[in-house]
């Protein structure tokens, strides 16, 4: 199997090495990166997918398409392009669509949690008219990759959909630290937010919905005097301010 990737910063040249490990014929490139031990260094897009039977672009969200670009008139018949950028779901059906015009199929991959340390070994959500090819390639080269029905796109939605909980949770808790710091009781904040995290199940998320519309005008409240705390203690109350914008919207529908 001859695959290359096109982007070595962290994620591609974890996945890169972890290919030449599982025996795969890897080349790849990057404008600024060296390829890992075992990788084929080539010249350019173009270069390093022509003798390819499977591309991995894993560059950025700004150069999902542009890498695209630069390659399609050096693919050849048969090749699967695999995008593995964190881009927007219309991003990723706009270059499918471009790929399709050349008869090049596509497969949305999502990668589901961080790539360092897992390389290869990370989660992936694949969707596109490819995903089954990938699935196949990528689970015989000891990938972790399930199939999510639908056309490019699809993959990647639900992976955003869940970052705006993980992300979200992580600022917020960031936020409340940083705060906290500042009153002099992080420690004692920082166990109560662990102890909380610790006994959330399936019931928790239907008690955190459910207790924000029933309580909206009350926690509005509670969280316009909590943004007001944080810039006395001097910390921007960005994520206290947007949970107290929701809140009044949700207030105001009632």
Request: with cysteine; glycine share 8%.
């Amino acid at each position: 199997m001859r695959i290359a990737v096109l982007g070595l910063g962290e994620a591609g040249a974890e996945i890169a090495r972890d290919l030449v490990t599982a025996g795969a014929d890897v080349r790849g490139y990057d404008p600024v990166q060296e390829p890992p031990p075992g990788v084929r260094a080539r010249d350019g897009d173009a270069d390093a997918v022509h003798d390819a039977d499977l591309v991995l672009s894993v560059n950025s969200a700004h150069d999902a398409l542009p890498a695209l670009e630069a390659s399609l008139a050096a693919l050849r018949p048969g090749v699967i392009w695999a995008d593995l950028n964190t881009t927007a779901p219309s991003v990723k059906a706009a270059l499918a669509r471009r790929a399709a015009a050349h008869d090049v199929p596509v497969a949305d991959v999502a990668l589901m949690s961080p790539v360092p340390g897992r390389g290869l070994r990370t989660p992936m959500l694949v969707s596109g008219s490819a995903a089954a090819d990938v699935a196949r390639i990528l689970t015989g080269l000891g990938a972790e990759v399930t199939v999510q029905p639908g056309a490019a796109g699809e993959a990647i939605a639900r992976k955003l959909l869940r970052s705006v909980f993980y992300k979200g949770l992580a600022a917020a808790v960031v936020e409340a630290l940083a705060a906290a710091e500042k009153a002099g009781c992080e420690p004692w904040l920082r166990a109560n937010i662990g102890a909380e995290l610790a006994g959330f199940d399936a019931r928790t998320i239907d008690r955190l919905t459910d207790g924000t519309h029933r309580h909206a005008r009350r926690r509005a409240g509670e969280m316009s005097a909590a943004a007001a705390h944080l810039e006395e203690l001097g910390v921007p109350p960005r994520i206290a301010s947007a949970a107290r914008d929701l809140l009044i919207a949700l207030r105001d529908q009632t």
